[in-house]
């Protein structure tokens, strides 16, 4: 039972257009979710991060909302650039700091 | 500020042979998370330590998997005897649980069974 879940395994962008990368959940007492990023042969990267009190953070070019009702979040990222393309991964926890689930990621190709 | 060191990079063991992977966090870093990554899926949380102690280890197969860290600082996981499925990269990460609960990981080691 995966839950939490990445639908689109792959995302192809225009260098310079936003990118939005997608994430659903089925736990409903999920209240802590993050963002990392993983490039090939090296561990995630945390990207941002945001608590169930907020539907929206920012941080730079990567911006996260979250829309509880909907069990779903999904990171932004305006303009997407080359260096942008690597795995993404959602995760949340239940419980601050731990239980921590990932999705299966969704892999982004920033073509120039 | 040195990130999480983990070795070895790679094994290769044919199964029912034993491997142990060891991880060094950030120092200072209370918080130490071992996961374990398949091909094609996110990495699944194995176990997780608060200094020396354990927190969460509801997933970590204990019949096979064993992991500690003594002394809240490196931690080592071993797998005993390893079998086929088992064929993962192993991903050690650590928080420090002050503002927020990013974690930072190691470059992982991937295992082969044979």
């Known amino acids: 039972d995966q839950q939490v879940k990445q639908n689109s395994p792959s995302l192809s962008v225009q260098e310079g257009r936003i990118s939005i990368l997608n994430c659903d959940y089925t736990?409903?007492?999920?209240?802590?979710f993050l963002w990392y990023k993983k490039y090939p042969a090296e561990g995630p990267t945390f990207l941002i991060s945001?608590?169930?009190?907020?539907d929206k953070n920012e941080d730079g070019r990567f911006t996260v909302f979250l829309n509880k009702s909907a069990k779903h979040l999904s990171l932004h990222i305006v303009p997407s650039q080359p260096g942008d393309s690597a795995v993404y991964f959602c995760?949340?926890?239940?419980?601050?700091?731990?239980?921590?689930?990932f999705g299966p990621g969704t892999r982004l190709s920033v073509l120039p | 500020e040195a990130g999480v060191a983990q070795s070895p990079r790679y094994k290769i063991i044919e199964k029912r042979q034993s491997v142990a992977f060891w991880c060094n966090p950030i120092?200072?870093?209370?918080?130490l998370y071992w996961y374990q990554q398949i091909l094609g899926q996110g990495p699944k949380l194995l176990i997780q330590f608060q200094n020396n102690g354990v927190v969460d280890d509801s997933q970590l197969p204990k019949d096979r998997f064993s992991a500690e860290r003594l002394k809240g600082v490196d931690s080592t996981l071993k797998i005993q005897p390893a079998k086929l499925e088992d064929s993962a990269v192993y991903l050690c990460?650590?928080?420090?649980?002050?503002?927020?609960?990013?974690?930072?990981f190691g470059p992982g080691t991937r295992l082969t069974v044979t």
């Open positions: 990460a650590s928080s420090s649980q002050g503002t927020s609960y990013e974690q930072y």
């Open positions: 120092s200072g870093h209370a918080t």
């Open positions: 995760a949340a926890s239940e419980y601050y700091g731990q239980n921590f689930v």
């Open positions: 736990n409903s007492m999920f209240d802590y």
């Open positions: 945001i608590s169930s009190i907020k």
